[in-house]
């Protein structure tokens, strides 16, 4: 019971349960294992008895970071204060990088009253007790900070005092416009006739350009574009980033760079250009997969010589405003890739003294490697404003939305991030997920989590700084696997999946700074909540504006009869979608192709036959729905027909955003990306193809009649004007 009530006081499961008549118990090594990343030792009884006394005798007048909502009633935190408390809210500096305020309010000096449930007053002197607030409205007395992330300071009539962070948000994110459009894209897969062997930054701008102004869509989703490790081979994942606070300068489009123009050694950039149409065209036509490390070789070279140009005063300017901006964290992350050039890209393994950021030896060496630090700086710099002008060409296109960016779970263990920010991940640890129906032997990510209880000492410090970055140039943000703001699966280091166990986070923290981050930014945010999804959680995240993610595939009557469940009974505030990077695209599932790739590749539990019988009927079903609503006049035995179908299914649906992935415009069968292998299938390297297999580049992407026919189901339908005297029906 001891072990129990530790593991509680901190957040950590020590059961779950899997489905609803199932409960799981969690061995207590785990439980033992996980508290002690969180720096609480449990190793013994005595040390349990320990450590519970000890967090049960700490009473904590405030915790580490309270929320406030706008307009609604104050948390318990600051309502269940002693009255006569006063209270001063001491407002954010106004100097903090991305911060859109130009001056700071004073700060705000309330009493808490005796009346209604201990709120704090704007006068020193003891009120007339009041009427309690309405529902869903602040108390009356209570002072509104502005949004922001504030310090707020408390002292009791009897002397005690506290000091937490208070989070100001407003109650939800900012909202798309109804019936959205647009595509989903891997970027590293969209090859135009410019590219230097893998889709880059120009080639957004030019998609999202053509999308917004010939078939009308509101945005383009793009894979996390998060700075990846360095190696050979580099790990080609764009969800296992060494930062997700910095882009990666691979995707750069170096033509558009204006220094290029100025390079006075023309003929080893002509090299360079002639090796990168190499690159390219051995992926576009000599069946050669996308090879990263080659187009960052290609590209540091040519990078190494733009960098040689002197900047202009205009352009000199700018780039001293950014590392204004960015700070420590940028400078941080150009000194782990320039220590990354001499040491190798797994900092645990670098001379001691290099392993703490901040050590006399980590100084020498930031001295030392400065010419370094600064080119790495300038990459992060370039790669931020093509993003920028990327989702300026979309708005500029008329996209409602813009670029849509994608944000990774978590980081690989030995990158940039957890470098310089090693108190605030849990080291030993990796995120996952448990068992369930899909996989009976979990799941192991690799990526190690943010401790909770530090995110919660620091004001969320690093969170607000991640989404800060990604928001800077953003139409709208998906957070993978959205879960993860309530809890993450944590397995301890060398043991299987099935030994990890579920922590909390502070979701109501989580929720609250994400919130006001994309009301700063005036950004929308979409959730990918796809598989085991906690009780509340999906009713939490819309609350707060916070869209979800629906695959047609699984939308089903799970609480019904099990079957398709009707378009007018999908949920309004989501992503509708035929498919995602992780599953099989439309053509494939239409035809069945997914399960013989999957039975090539040894992944099938049950036999061939069973698999295929089942994944028949599974499409049956919905075919046969389809053909009930007259979606599908042609049919069937029409593939493509049938996956307009679908995205016309899909249109009638009330989501706020649907999204179609751009493989299927062309029938392209294979996915990106199939879970449960690794060098079995070359993931995060296929260029999209044709439904023969055949790559194809922007520019034919764009023309094809299968493209334009699709994208006319999609087409807002504008009403027929009646001619003169003609009354309409």
Request: charged share 20%; proline share 11%.
């Amino acid at each position: 019971m001891g072990l129990s009530r530790l593991a509680a006081l901190h957040g950590v499961a020590t059961s779950y349960s899997p489905s609803p008549d199932v409960t799981v118990s969690v061995p207590d090594d785990t439980v033992i294992a996980v508290l002690a990343a969180l720096g609480v030792d449990a190793g013994t009884p005595a040390d349990v008895r320990k450590c519970l006394a000890a967090a049960e005798s700490r009473s904590r007048l405030l915790p580490p970071t309270v929320v406030v909502w706008a307009g609604e009633p104050l948390p318990p935190a600051l309502a269940g204060l002693p009255p006569g408390s006063t209270v001063t809210v001491e407002p954010e500096p106004s100097d903090l990088p991305g911060h859109p305020a130009a001056r700071p309010p004073a700060p705000l000096s309330m009493r808490a009253r005796a009346a209604a449930p201990a709120a704090p007053v704007a006068s020193p002197g003891e009120a007339a007790p009041e009427a309690p607030p309405a529902p869903g409205e602040a108390p009356a007395w209570w002072i509104p900070p502005p949004h922001g992330v504030h310090r707020v300071h408390v002292r009791t009539p009897d002397n005690r005092r506290a000091t937490a962070t208070l989070v100001a948000a407003p109650p939800r994110v900012p909202q798309p416009p109804e019936g959205t459009h647009g595509f989903l894209v891997q970027l590293y897969s969209l090859l135009s006739a410019r590219s230097w062997g893998m889709g880059d930054l120009g080639d957004l701008a030019d998609l999202a350009v053509w999308a917004g102004r010939s078939v009308g869509s509101g945005f383009v989703q793009v894979n996390p574009l998060h700075a990846a490790v360095p190696g050979k081979p580099t790990d080609p994942s764009p969800y296992r980033p060494s930062s997700r606070r910095f882009p990666d300068p691979v995707h750069l489009h170096v033509e558009s760079i204006p220094e290029y123009g100025h390079v006075r050694d023309r003929a080893t950039l002509d090299d360079l250009r002639q090796d990168a149409a190499a690159l390219s065209e051995a992926v576009l036509n000599k069946g050669a997969l996308i090879d990263r490390d080659a187009v960052w070789e290609l590209k540091r070279q040519a990078l190494e010589l733009v960098a040689q140009v002197p900047l202009t005063p205009g352009r000199r300017a700018d780039y001293c405003d950014f590392l204004a901006e960015q700070g420590q964290a940028l400078e941080d992350h150009g000194l782990w890739c320039a220590l990354a050039e001499v040491h190798g890209p797994d900092w645990h393994t670098w001379p001691e003294a290099l392993r703490d950021p901040r050590s006399p030896g980590t100084a020498r060496a930031r001295s030392e490697l400065l010419d370094r630090v600064d080119f790495h700086c300038r990459l992060a710099w370039l790669t931020a404003t093509q993003l920028a002008a990327a989702q300026r060409s979309a708005e500029d296109a008329g996209m409602a939305v813009g670029i849509v960016h994608d944000l990774a779970v978590g980081v690989h263990p030995a990158g940039a991030d957890t470098w310089s920010q090693q108190e605030a991940f849990a080291h030993g640890m990796s995120v996952g997920a448990p068992p369930d129906a899909f996989n009976a032997r979990g799941q192991d990510w690799g990526l190690p989590p943010w401790r909770p209880d530090v995110l919660a000492a620091t004001g969320y410090a690093a969170y607000r700084g991640l989404l800060r970055g990604l928001l800077a140039h953003a139409g709208a943000l998906r957070i993978d696997h959205v879960m993860g703001l309530f809890r993450l699966w944590w397995v301890p280091e060398g043991r299987p999946p099935t030994d990890g166990t579920y922590v909390a986070y502070d979701a109501e923290a989580m929720l609250a700074v994400l919130v006001l981050e994309a009301h700063r930014a005036g950004t929308s945010v979409v959730g990918e909540d796809l598989g085991t999804v906690a009780p509340g959680v999906r009713e939490a995240l819309a609350r707060r504006g916070v869209l979800g993610t629906s695959v047609l595939w699984f939308e089903r009557d799970w609480e019904g009869d099990g079957r398709p469940l009707a378009p007018e009974k999908w949920r309004r505030d989501c992503l509708a979608t035929a498919t995602t990077h992780d599953l099989p695209s439309t053509a494939a599932r239409l035809t069945g192709d997914h399960v013989t790739l999957r039975h090539r590749l040894g992944l099938l539990t049950r036999s061939l036959e069973e698999e295929l019988t089942a994944d028949l009927t599974d499409t049956a079903e919905w075919l046969a729905l389809l053909a009930r609503l007259r979606m599908l006049p042609e049919g069937d035995g029409d593939e493509e027909a049938a996956v307009r179908a679908v995205h016309r299914f899909l249109r009638r649906t009330p989501a706020r955003m649907t999204g179609v992935w751009l493989p299927d415009t062309v029938g392209d069968r294979r996915p990106q990306n199939l879970p449960g292998t690794w060098d079995q299938y070359p993931n995060w390297r296929l260029p999209i193809a044709d439904a023969e297999g055949h790559p194809v580049t922007l520019e034919e992407i764009t023309a094809s009649p299968r493209l334009h026919a699709l994208m006319e189901v999609l087409r807002p339908r504008k009403p027929r004007t009646a001619p003169p005297g003609e009354r309409r029906p």
